[in-house]
């Protein structure tokens, strides 16, 4: 037997095994507790203001075996979002990804609370950046409030903090 032969058959006996521990051991990937902490959020929901006035649609999925949460936003003025939430089980934190249909962009990475998702993020360089925190909180009544603030990253007070989006999630009917 060739000196190559020999390497391609010690090759293919260990990864053979590899392969079917990979495939056929433990439970499926993204299906520990951690990935379900969005699960408050999932469904299509009627979005509000406080005082009820429709702001937009919004339908939350399970993606990729449960690896991700799609978010699909469609405002009452027609304009489109769309993020993409995420566990990193490296560095235990969620991430959202969001792009609306104007280019703007947002990256955030979250930590999970009894019955809430926390972003945080940052956005813009120089005088123009600007810090974002986005909440997720489901309330008694199962409806989900979602609350961004936003601030000049120069100034970490709190009275330099604007309300940048406040709704109400109520299931769709």
């Keep these: 037997m060739s000196l190559r032969a020999h390497h391609v058959l010690l090759f293919a006996a260990l990864a053979v095994p590899l392969t079917l521990q990979a495939q056929g051991n433990g439970p499926p990937p993204c299906t520990a507790a951690v990935y379900r902490q969005l699960d408050f959020w999932i469904g299509s929901w009627r979005v509000t203001d406080s005082t009820g006035k429709h702001l937009g649609d919004n339908t ?55 019955n809430a998702m926390v972003y945080r993020g940052s956005a813009g360089t120089g005088p123009r950046a600007q810090r974002h925190v986005l909440s997720l909180r489901l309330q008694p009544d199962g409806s989900v409030r979602q609350l961004w603030e936003t601030w000049p990253a120069a100034d970490s007070s709190a009275a330099a903090r604007t309300v940048s989006f406040d709704g109400i999630y109520r299931r769709s009917k």
């Design 60 to 114: 939350i999925t399970r993606a990729q075996g449960g690896c991700l949460v799609k978010e699909q936003w469609r405002s009452a003025g027609g304009s489109d979002g769309e993020s993409m939430n995420f566990f990193n089980p490296s560095t235990r934190t969620w991430h959202q990804v969001w792009v609306d249909d104007s280019g703007f962009v947002l990256m955030f990475v979250g930590t999970a609370e009894p």
